[in-house]
């Protein structure tokens, strides 16, 4: 399957840098790498099966198109939607973030 090019909406990198800055402060580097490692294998991941994402939250939003990917020993969630030329990585939240309302923060529209 060929792979397609995984494009973070300004948010999603915000979120990134948030998550990322929350871990060098208060947990240090080496899990700080972790996660930064954790969220390069998802990209990885949804670059090379995108349709292998949980639609979970797609119902409930929604937004057919939306998919999710976890990442593994971190509590966040990578949200995208697959696009002809590329993944379209929406937000990366924290689970316990209250997820329908992270669309009134950004463009929710479905180009």
């Known amino acids: 399957m060929k792979q397609k090019p995984v494009i973070p ?34 990209y990885a991941h949804i670059s090379r099966h995108p349709a292998s994402g949980s639609p979970h939250y797609a119902h409930e939003l929604d937004l057919p198109e939306l998919r999710i990917w976890t990442l593994p020993r971190y509590p966040y969630i990578v949200f995208y939607v697959e696009r002809d030329d590329h993944i379209d990585v929406w937000r990366v939240l924290h689970e316990m973030r209250d997820i329908p309302r992270w669309l009134h923060e950004g463009d929710k529209s479905v180009h």
Request: proline fraction near 0%; charged fraction near 30%; avoid cysteine.
């Open 9 to 42: 909406r300004t948010l999603a990198r915000q979120d990134v840098d948030a998550a990322i800055h929350f871990y060098l402060t208060d947990a240090g580097e080496r899990v700080a790498t972790g996660f930064i490692d954790a969220l390069e294998k998802a």
